[in-house]
Nanobody, 116 residues
């Protein structure tokens, strides 16, 4: 049913920028919130950014001032603009969506590697 497909990952040098995209099947209006998480091998998945249906946003302290989550409702797409990238930002980035009280959907992830 619900499909989330991330893209835009790649290899960049420290200080560079990337924009991740997440195309969602169905309308973004159907979801209570959209978010981005990241995970490195051997560690738990980490919250990065979240945008609620009302428009409010929340960011992890580690990315505040550098990352921006946004959405294009007409294209059913959520973005994560990442600036001033650091090597510690290296991870697989996952898009997620929440619907109602009990449903959470995840994409397959896109690799971001920041070299020093």
């Amino acid at each position: 049913q619900v499909q989330l497909v991330e893209s835009g990952g790649g290899l960049v040098q420290a200080g560079g920028s990337l924009r991740l995209s997440c195309v969602v099947s169905g309308s973004i209006f159907s979801f209570n919130a959209m978010g981005w998480y990241r995970q490195v091998p051997g560690k738990q998945r980490e919250f990065v950014a979240r945008k609620f249906s009302g428009g409010s946003t929340n960011y992890a302290d580690s990315v505040k001032g550098r990352f921006t989550i946004s959405r294009d409702n007409a294209k059913n797409t959520v973005y994560l603009q990442m600036n001033s990238l650091k090597p510690e930002d290296t991870a697989v980035y996952y898009c997620n969506a929440e619907k109602g009280l009990d449903y959470v959907f995840w994409g397959q992830g896109t690799q971001v590697t920041v070299s020093s």
